[in-house]
């Protein structure tokens, strides 16, 4: 029997400990069914849940229980991600809090062993909480980025890539971490609004007396780097200048004018300082006319000695305090402006970052990009929705080299060494290093191995084929690369998803996967992004533990329309959970009413109207269903089961049922109780992707109830097509039923009366097939409407209320149960209330200003507000109409 209420901690780690001890999660049960295979887009091994993985990992998981429903094969291969950086930075905090030696202290090999035994005990506590949400990964075929055989692959690839000229170490700008000191990739560096200033800087023209070139900066220290000022090409003031020198101030360097296309005439003083060595634009112009790139500060970001010796050692910050001061003194400083503008900032260490020029190793990324962008070019790999790849074309076309090397002790050490003459060799081991060097200098030499390790990315490309066991050609390999869909997130495309199709493209030589889900971002219920500074992170744990599992799916899954940002709240998620408590009761409703699985039950050969209309709807709902998961619309897929499950089973078919339970024609109680059981459990089914817990939990007790057990829900297959087909007949019938009652349910709210009033229902112009319906389920109609009696007449008469269905007219007389006066005082009071209110809203809608200064989500809050506002005056307008038909 079951409970009277739903516990979800009473059912979700039982089932789950079920599932993964009985093998369900892994594949290789069905040799001969297609295979489909999901690669977890690995998560950093010091993260914790929240609500990006929940979304993620919730439609991972939707897709792969229903491609295991369907018969597939299916592998959703988990892992976690080494993290270089964020890792370093735990495991560094932590030994300063112990008091501990800190990383320089102890060594790099010490250092790095304290990371694998702080992995050890702390990492991976986000895979248990991806249990928690009922991930069925399978969990036996865990990788790490950094264990044995994907550390194979990553040096094997880094080799590979290097004999083809495809890896090379060159000296370029990249984006450094003071505080980390080590280069550090795009998606690390978050741009900041801050109040700063932009400062004017007179630049004397040698050998022209009393003529200068103004430029403007926000980071006046780098002047002690310039090596250059440019000017358009086409800007006549300056025309006369180009080819001539500057004489940098505080410095005394000459430093030659360019023209170059990069100076936008209309900004500024149209004379832009280039600094190459700091400045990713400058860098570029400083290449095209071969000026010479200084780099003036150290790893920690203080001066070092390619500046004046009274600059160096200073912090940079303060460095600029001196070089304002000394400008200033001298009469080079023009002027100052208040500005906001974004300062880019390191995400892990906190401080603003520098464009740095350094010596680093880079994949040539433009020559693999050529097949990665074949590939969604023609076909092979699509994007959904389709829009991504604009944004994929755009990032791929204009791809840069990409920077592999970090400058930290965590992650995979570049497999190059350097012999005493500087040369390196590039080789899977040190001891076939060590052998190369032997033959190139002819006897033994000492080799130092480089000191930087690889970008997380680097190995994170290859995890659709490392993970499977390449270079090893594996039997998981040749069964489940490629791989079938990714679900990400748009931030990562660039980053991860092109990397690894270039890296499929190239090793695999067929790309990584044929779809590329991008599921958009979990807001907060005003539409804000997430953060902790501002106080509006909603936690996935605590939703579970207050709602359960099940519910924040179903929720996550019911907002994920494609394109859109999710707005989520706890009350959206508690809305969720009244719906499990919904289907729940409707289960215990069967089972009070012995509504039990016959064996013998073909739902073909149902006899009765109200069976037959419901089979058909349970086969409509099966086919949208289906048909939303195949297409990715996982929010249509949760709109289907949930209308289906709250409004035609519960509120209307079990209502209807009811009298047939009850009666006393028991072959019509026997097939409904039987219809009944077989609609419940194939709604089981149905929901079962998105509801896991909660429906292996019913189902139990639904196959139990006739005794003779069952597989798990797990392990059932998908409703078949056409099993419930639509009866027409049926169809328009009870169809019609249901539109009356509602129809006059919704006059009856409109007009404000009052739920226990009975009221008498006239039809005019009834034709006479409906007026069989309403003879056959006058009973229904009257209990689930609240109508005393319905009578047939050639006009509606005076003071009733109307409606339309069909082809007849519905008239509810309304005189002697409302006062039709004071409802229409009170309609045109509540009308006007609202009219007052929308002009508010319009009004500020259309003030530019308020759109151009608001914040997003404070304008798309107000638009929301004013279409509820419009649709709540139309719905009023209409009861007022009809009470104006009726005076």
């Known amino acids: 029997m079951l409970d009277k209420t739903y516990a979800p901690e009473a059912v979700e780690d039982k089932h789950y400990r079920q599932w993964e001890e009985a093998g369900f999660f892994k594949p290789g049960g069905r040799p001969d069914a297609k295979p489909f295979t999901i690669v977890i887009p690995p998560p950093n091994v010091t993260g914790s849940l929240h609500m990006g993985h929940a979304l993620n990992n919730t439609l991972q998981d939707v897709l792969c229980r229903y491609k295991r429903m369907q018969g597939f094969d299916v592998l959703w291969q988990p892992g976690t991600d080494h993290a270089g950086i964020a890792t370093q930075m735990v495991v560094e905090r932590k030994l300063a809090a112990e008091g501990s030696e800190g990383r320089r202290e102890m060594g790099r090999e010490r250092f790095v062993e304290k990371v694998w035994e702080w992995k050890a005990e702390s990492g991976g506590v986000i895979l248990n909480q991806l249990r928690r949400l009922g991930a069925s ?34 000296k370029r700008l990249v984006n450094w971490d003071p505080a980390f000191e080590t280069a550090i990739s795009d998606l690390e560096v978050q741009q900041v609004e801050q109040d700063g200033k932009m400062w004017s800087i007179r ?88 000026l010479e790139m200084i780099n003036i500060l150290t790893v920690d970001a203080k001066i070092n000695e390619n500046a004046p010796e009274t600059y160096r050692g200073l912090d940079r910050f303060e460095a600029r305090k001196r070089v304002l001061a000394d400008l200033e003194a001298e009469g080079f400083l023009a002027g100052e402006e208040a500005i906001r503008h974004s300062v880019p900032y390191g995400d892990r260490g906190g401080v603003p970052i520098e464009p740095y020029l350094t010596d680093q190793w880079y994949v040539n990324a433009g020559e693999l990009a050529k097949a990665a962008i074949a590939s969604v070019e023609e076909g092979r790999t699509k994007f959904v929705p389709e829009n991504w790849t ?45 052998a190369a ?98 106080g509006n992170v909603i936690d996935p744990l605590d939703l579970m533990d207050k709602f359960g599992a099940d519910s924040l799916r179903f929720t996550l899954t019911a907002l994920a329309a494609a394109g859109r940002d999710i707005k989520l709240s706890e009350e959206r998620v508690e809305g969720y959970r009244n719906f499990m408590t919904k ?50 619309r996982f929010n249509d897929a949760a709109g289907a089961v949930y209308q289906f499950v709250w409004r035609t089973f519960c509120d209307w078919y079990l209502e209807f049922a009811k009298p047939l339970f009850a009666g006393d024609d028991a072959d019509a109680a026997a097939e409904a109780r039987a219809t009944a059981a077989f609609v419940l459990e194939r709604t089981l089914r149905l929901m079962h992707p998105v509801a896991p817990f909660i429906t292996a939990e019913l189902w139990d007790h639904l196959k139990g109830a006739d ?3 069952a597989d798990p829900l797990m392990r059932a297959r998908w409703p078949e097509a056409d099993e419930a087909p639509v009866d027409a007949a049926a169809d328009r019938e009870i169809g019609w039923v249901v539109r009356l009652i509602s129809a006059v349910r919704s006059v009856r709210a409109e007009m404000n009366v009052p739920p226990g009033a009975k009221v008498q229902l006239v039809a005019v112009g009834m034709g006479e097939e409906a007026k069989g319906w309403l003879a056959r389920h ?48 009170r309609l045109e009071k509540e009308i006007a209330k609202l009219d007052g209110e929308i002009a508010k809203i319009e009004k500020k809608l259309g003030n530019e200003s308020f759109l151009a200064k608001a914040p997003e989500a404070v304008v798309a809050e107000n638009r929301e507000r004013l279409a509820d506002e419009q649709a709540q005056r139309a719905k009023l307008a209409q009861a007022l109409e009809r009470l104006a038909r009726a005076g």
């Open 137 to 170: 990964c399978d969990w036996s075929r865990e990788r790490f980025t950094m264990d044995e055989g994907l550390s194979h692959a990553v040096r094997k690839v880094f080799v590979e890539l290097h004999a083809q000229g495809l890896i090379y170490k060159d």
């Open 203 to 290: 630049y004397p023209v040698e050998g022209e007396e009393g003529v200068f070139l103004t430029v403007a900066t926000t980071r006046p220290e780098t002047m002690l780097g310039d090596t250059g000022v440019a000017v358009h090409p086409e800007d006549e003031r300056y025309a006369h200048l180009v080819g001539k020198h500057c004489i940098l101030p505080l410095v005394g360097r000459r430093i030659p004018i360019v023209a170059d296309a990069y100076a936008d005439p209309e900004q500024g003083t149209g004379a832009v300082k280039m600094t190459p060595a700091h400045d990713f634009n400058d860098f570029e112009v400083g290449r095209r006319h071969d």
């Open 390 to 434: 604009r944004t994929y074309y755009d990032w791929m076309y204009n791809i840069q080299p990409w920077c592999i090397s970090r400058q930290l002790w965590w992650g995979h050490r570049i497999p190059a060494w350097c012999g005493p003459d500087g040369k390196t060799f590039v080789a899977m081991t040190e001891a076939e290093a060590q």
């Open 437 to 534: 060097a032997a033959a190139h200098y002819g006897e033994a030499v000492d080799l130092t191995q480089d000191e930087d390790v690889l970008d997380t990315w680097f190995s994170s490309a290859l995890w659709p084929f490392s993970t499977l066991g390449w270079p090893q050609q594996t039997p998981e390999l040749a069964r489940h690369y490629p791989t079938d869909v990714l679900v990400t997130g748009f931030d990562i495309i660039f980053f991860w998803v092109a990397r690894m199709m270039m890296m499929g493209d190239h090793f695999m030589e067929e790309e990584p996967f044929h779809t590329v889900y991008v599921h958009a971002l979990v807001r907060d219920e005003k539409g804000q992004k997430m953060s902790k500074s501002k």
């Open 583 to 632: 289907l729940w009761n409707a289960a215990r409703f069967c089972e009070m009413n012995d509504c039990r699985l016959d064996p013998s039950f073909d739902p073909r050969r149902a006899s009765q109207t109200l069976n037959r209309w419901i089979l058909g709807e349970l086969g409509r709902t099966r086919e949208a269903v289906t048909a939303a998961l195949e297409s990715y």
């Open 707 to 709: 005794g003779a057990g």
């Open 778 to 825: 006058d009973a229904l109609i009257g209990r689930l409407a609240r109508i005393e009696g319905v009578d047939h007449a050639d006009e509606p008469p005076k003071g009733s209320a109307q409606l339309v269905l069909d082809e007849a007219t519905l008239a509810i007389p309304l005189a002697d149960v409302i006062d039709l006066a004071a409802e229409r005082k």
